[in-house]
């Protein structure tokens, strides 16, 4: 039997006015019947869009003119925004862009606790350019152009962005671009990189500050390491080699010292370690900010005790400790509880444990959890902790702050907690991704019903 051939898509632009923006910040239309995304328009807008796919329940299209721009339209900064997938708001003015995300968090939260009354915290705002230290950047020989491409995927495809900057990487890569495209283009395996990761530290400490990790699919030779080592030194990177999976990252430059880079909080007075392929945020700025506010919501007092829970690096756990009598961090990474434990001597803090867990099992028995908590923050993945709650609210904390990453998996949470007699106390989202849909946000759940 044959397949059935996909009809074509029509040419001709569609005139739609623009209703709403989806939760992928793409706007919403309707045209015969259907809703139609369309990339890169704005609620208000009055535009001309060409389809790009169809669906059974919905139309997908690309912005071609905006006839009537909404007051929001803003000319993005980077000159490859309309085709670079990296970004996908910069037409959209930043502070209009945190009122649409805070309408989404607050959306699902009033849904979630059924007319609870709760604070509206104040977004958490910072840089909005230059701001993403942490990035992983594709890499394709392109024959037609007879160049090497190193940047971001274009907008819904696989074909990478020939871009010579990117306003939203740290600078201290982003200049580096041509730089980078010229050095993979001179090697000899120029077809066998596929990415480099990059990893950007505090600029001010005495250690490297950046780190590049160059991912290949077959053995460098002696002259390919060796231009490599070289455009490190003489750029003040750090140099990895990723020969196969993550556990085959190792240093090759700077041949001494350890496998870290390093950033500040300040306001604890803490330097914390990471290796580059660590999870850390990639906003340093912002991730300031949300220590300062998570540990403001907690109210530590001296004789508390904190439970963290998906600590990480001890991001959290080391800022609390500064604050209470004891903090336990517990991390599903044995590698990470590690990097807890060597960032607490490194500081010299002694008043703080890290244990491994799978956190998506029920922890009941867990020797950790036999301790006395009166406070817990949570910082998730995506998914939530759905799993861990029942047994987490056994204890009783008198404060919970949950860090979240996914509004959706948030107020699937905070239903659960005010069922067990837990109030939202107060809410809001942080800037941690400037440009991009996707939404950041802190909660603080309060023992006690609403009254």
């Known amino acids: 039997m044959s397949r059935r051939r996909r009809k074509k898509l029509p040419t001709t632009p569609l005139e739609l006015e623009i209703s709403a923006l989806s939760h992928e910040g793409r706007g919403i239309a309707h045209h015969e019947g259907k809703v139609v995304f369309v990339e890169g328009a704005l609620p208000g807008e009055k535009v001309e869009a060409v389809l790009t796919d169809r669906r059974s329940k919905y139309d997908q299209a690309k912005l071609v003119e905006v006839h009537s721009p909404s007051p929001d339209r803003i000319e993005p900064a980077c000159e490859y ?18 009122a649409f995300k805070e309408s989404m968090l607050f959306e699902k939260l009033d849904h979630a606790v059924q007319g609870q009354q709760y604070t509206h915290m104040d977004p958490l705002r910072g840089p909005v350019l230059g701001y993403r230290r942490k990035a992983r950047l594709a890499v394709r020989y392109v024959h037609k152009k007879e160049q090497v491409l190193v940047g971001f995927r274009e907008k819904g495809s696989t074909f990478i962005t020939n871009m010579s900057s990117c306003e939203v990487l740290d600078q201290r890569v982003s200049r580096m671009l041509p730089a980078l495209s010229a050095l993979v283009s001179s090697l000899e395996a120029f077809r066998e990189i596929p990415q480099i990761e990059v990893a950007a ?9 950046t780190a590049l990790v160059f991912r ?28 196969g999976g993550m556990d085959t990252v190792h240093k090759v430059h700077p041949e001494s010292g350890p496998d870290r880079l390093y950033y500040q909080l300040p306001a604890e007075s803490l330097a914390l370690g990471f290796h580059p392929t660590d999870f850390t945020q990639v906003n340093a700025d912002i991730n300031r900010l949300m220590i300062g506010q998570a540990l403001q919501l907690l109210e530590l007092q001296q004789d508390d005790r904190l439970l963290d829970l998906f600590s990480g690096l001890g991001n959290f756990t080391l800022a609390a400790s500064r604050r209470c009598q004891h903090v336990t961090g517990v991390e599903g990474s044995q590698a990470m509880v590690e990097r807890g434990m060597e960032n607490a001597r490194l500081n ?19 020797p950790w959890l036999q301790n006395t908590f009166n406070k817990v923050l949570l910082d998730p993945p995506r998914s939530g902790c759905f799993e861990i709650l029942s047994d987490l609210i056994q204890i009783r904390p008198q404060r919970i702050v949950y860090v979240s990453c996914n509004p959706a998996t948030l107020a699937r949470d905070a239903a659960f907690l005010a069922e067990q007699g837990y109030r939202l106390s107060s809410a809001g989202v942080m800037d941690m991704f400037p440009h991009t849909a996707h939404v950041e946000a802190m909660a603080l759940f ?3 019903k609403a009254k």
């Open 81 to 98: 925004a309309s085709i670079c997938g990296g970004c996908s708001l910069q037409h959209f003015d930043p502070r209009a862009q945190l």
């Open 201 to 209: 530290g505090d600029p001010d400490l005495d250690a490297p500050t």
């Open 216 to 243: 290949h699919l077959k053995a460098l030779g002696d002259a390919d390491q060796e231009k490599l080592v070289s455009f490190a030194r003489e750029n003040s990177f750090a140099l990895y080699l990723q020969p």
């Open 348 to 366: 010299n803090i002694s008043n703080t444990e890290f244990h491994s867990a799978d956190l998506t099992q029920p922890m009941a028995k867990a």
């Open 446 to 448: 309060v023992e006690g």
